[in-house]
């Protein structure tokens, strides 16, 4: 039996990936710093037809595109003369699992099955565990998910616990850790004893997977109402939502359509911490993510990440907690549909994104998500006070996540507010350089770090220049 | 003597994954001083009193050994207390909306 301290599990990573996902990531690899991007998408993952097939097999996308005829109403009160885009809603929560994430799953469980596997494992606290679930029972497949559920007091995430228990109704045996990025080693530990597959949220099948929801956003759009949205908005955690949704939406030919990533602003709690993981009332779709993924994906459970939410980002905003609960409730109230608060952090950012925006123009959220005891507004709240967060309305401006969590006293109190994308670029480029060591930059080099932050290989080259001791030699 | 619980239960185990010491050197300081601990559901093997150290099968037949500490475990997570915070939000909107003007 192989050894299983720390240490030691890590050490065997490499190996017990590769044999979990069945990728020879090197394969793609260039050098220390290039890999071949679209060569990977295209040759690991599955063209959008057999994609739109293998999901139709299990009743995955297709789901509605609804307009917000209140939520627009209210944007074009508060918005100058003239604007006010209308908004639109992609009602991900009617998939089979009550989330976007069943398209994410849907690719991995086929592939696991046609490859053989017998079960699929997932490391996710999030809705992810439960789209893998429903869709490895679909498929007749065993599923594992390890979550990260309580502090060191036993006191569990009420969001969470949700998950767990909705991936234990799908017959999955879930394994629930305390707070730490040791979860990781849990998780290798699992695929090592099983053999099972690794469902992992960034292989270039959970990506491909999310392809087809933009595609259907354009179409839908282009069918209902003749034209592109101006504007798709992307809760964005780890990427893999925005990036997969933008490539859809390439693949659609939408070339008008911006990307706007969203994330809730939990600037200054600590992810790993055992103190500050209950006083955040966001699990998923928060900066905490959003960030350290968007500086650097490749920090994911699989070498070569698939979800580059940088390439893809047009603008990366924040909101604060207080404005996507009350966004939620003004969905249910306004729209006449109940669904979960973290999936609406873009609805929040749209809201006031929809008010710089012109009156024919449209501006679509991509996502909803299931709702239920644990993950909805009125349980996170509450758990928020019971540990020390004051709840209160007032100017969502002075939110301090971990302190105080403040409910909009009016809707123009929600923001859209801009996150550096020159700094989150180089961020990523001072890591990528970094992690390559390489100090002499050619054509082949800055042509990728182009794409990777998706500016001209121009505007790459000048950042590179002015920030780092690197030589170019185009 | 404490009741044991039968053979076949439903019943969750606990296990301590990492000791503090063991823990990955990234973790920040508050939690490096406390374990990775794990709690995993299944069918109870043998007959047993709490925190006794068990064998259990999970739903899908795998065995895990842990420390036992719960049968039939309960989801205890809930909706709680109206928050008054949310109260108003759908009535000010609505007013919101029949209100003259802005559109």
Not at chain 1, 209 to 217: A, N, Q, S
Not at chain 2, 19 to 25: L, S, T, Y
Request: net charge negative; with cysteine; hydrophobic share 40%.
């Amino acid at each position: 039996m192989a050894a299983k301290t720390y240490q030691e599990v890590m050490e065997r990573r490499n190996q017990i990936m590769k044999e979990a996902v069945g990728i020879d990531y090197d394969r793609f690899r260039r050098n220390e710093l290039v890999f071949d991007y679209e060569k990977m998408m295209a040759e690991v993952g599955y063209q959008l037809d057999e994609i739109r097939e293998i999901q139709g097999q299990t009743g995955v996308g297709k789901t509605p595109l609804l307009e917000l005829e209140n939520l627009t109403a209210i944007a074009r009160k508060l918005a100058p003369a003239g604007k006010g885009a209308r908004i639109f809603i992609k009602d991900e929560a009617s998939n089979p699992s009550g989330s976007f994430k069943a398209r994410r799953a849907s690719v991995s469980v086929y592939h696991a099955k046609k490859q053989g596997y017998s079960g699929v494992v997932a490391a996710t606290s999030g809705n992810y565990g439960a789209a893998v679930a429903s869709q490895a029972v679909m498929r007749g497949l065993d599923t594992i998910i390890v979550q990260e559920v309580y502090d060191s007091q036993g006191k569990g995430q009420p969001e969470i616990l949700e998950k767990g228990r909705k991936c234990e109704a799908y017959g999955a045996e879930v394994l629930q850790l305390t707070v730490g990025p040791e979860l990781f080693y849990t998780f290798l530990k699992v695929l090592e004893d099983t053999g099972f597959f690794n469902a992992s949220l960034y292989t270039p099948f959970g990506i491909a997977g999310v392809e087809t929801l933009g595609f259907e956003i354009i179409s839908q759009l282009r069918k209902d109402e003749g034209q592109d949205p101006a504007v798709v908005v992307c809760t964005n955690a780890g990427g893999g939502n925005l990036t997969g949704t933008a490539r859809g939406i390439n693949k659609a030919g939408a070339k008008e359509t911006a990307v706007v990533g969203a994330s809730v602003d939990l600037s200054g709690l600590h992810m790993a911490s055992d103190r500050d993981f209950n006083r955040k009332s966001f699990t998923t779709g928060h900066t905490g993510f959003g960030i350290p993924f968007a500086t650097w994906p490749d920090r994911a459970d699989v070498p070569l990440n698939a979800a580059r939410a940088l390439r893809y980002m047009d603008r990366y905003v924040t909101v604060k907690q207080g404005e996507v609960f009350y966004i939620t409730e003004a969905l249910a109230q306004l729209e006449g549909m109940e669904r979960g608060p973290a999936g609406n952090t873009s609805l929040a950012a749209a809201v006031a994104l929809a008010q710089e925006m012109d009156r024919d123009e449209i501006i679509v959220v991509q996502e909803t998500e299931y709702t239920g005891a644990g993950k909805h507004p009125i349980p996170q709240l509450n758990f928020a006070r019971e540990n020390g967060v004051e709840i209160r309305r007032g100017d969502p401006e002075d939110e301090v996540p971990g302190e105080n969590i403040i409910i909009p006293e009016e809707p123009g109190q929600i923001k859209a507010r801009d996150l550096d994308l020159k700094r989150i670029r180089l961020s990523y480029l001072n890591k990528a350089l970094e992690n390559s060591g390489l100090k002499e930059l050619g054509r082949e080099e800055v042509k990728f770090l182009s794409a990777e932050i998706n500016l001209s290989v121009e505007k790459t080259r000048e950042l590179l220049e002015e920030n780092f001791e690197v030589e170019i030699r185009l | 003597m404490a009741e044991k619980i039968p053979a076949g239960s439903w019943v969750q185990i606990h296990d301590i994954e990492l000791a503090a010491e063991e823990r990955a050197p990234q973790v920040p300081e508050d939690t490096g001083r406390v374990p990775l601990e794990k709690w995993i559901k299944g069918f109870l093997q043998e007959a047993a009193e709490l925190d006794e150290e068990v064998e259990i099968e999970t739903v899908i037949g795998n065995r895990y050994r842990g420390r036992l500490v719960d049968a039939d475990p309960s989801y205890d997570h809930s909706f709680g207390k109206a928050v008054p915070e949310l109260l108003q939000v759908g009535r000010e909107l609505k007013e919101m909306l029949r209100e003259e003007g802005g559109e």
